[in-house]
Nanobody, 120 residues
Framework: QVQLVESGGGLVQAGGSLRLSCAAS????????MRWYRQAPGKQRELVAA???????NYADSVMGRFTISRDNAKNTVYLQMNSLKPEDTAVYYC??????????????WGQGTQVTVSS
């Protein structure tokens, strides 16, 4: 079994920064792309950023230039550095990983989510 555990959320004032972490554990054979999503109240879950196992990244237009996704393959961990936060960044942030277990095909796994609240 595989678990993704996010941490680092919290309450911050507009213009501030937060760093989210997502650590994968369990019977992991390989981790392909890892992504951060977010879901604000009353809205659909949206893709925020993604990073491949080779380090290629892409971002939603709304966070380009403010957020940075990175990963530490040795620790099976992905990070999201969020700078210049805005109230509209308030959401539950979820980690998603395309992970292959020992002897199994890759499939998507989700973390439990971490709340980010940005006050104006």
């Amino acid at each position: 079994q595989v678990q993704l555990v996010e941490s680092g959320g919290g309450l911050v004032q507009a213009g501030g920064s937060l760093r989210l972490s997502c650590a994968a554990s369990g019977s992991i054979f390989s981790i392909n792309v890892m992504r951060w999503y977010r879901q604000a109240p009353g809205k659909q879950r949206e893709l925020v950023a993604a990073i491949s196992n080779s380090g290629s990244t892409n971002y939603a237009d709304s966070v380009m230039g403010r957020f940075t996704i990175s990963r530490d393959n040795a620790k099976n961990t992905v990070y999201l550095q969020m700078n210049s936060l805005k109230p509209e960044d308030t959401a539950v942030y979820y980690c998603n990983g395309l992970i292959a277990t020992m002897g199994g095909p890759p499939r998507g796994y989700w973390g439990q989510g971490t709340q980010v609240t940005v006050s104006s």
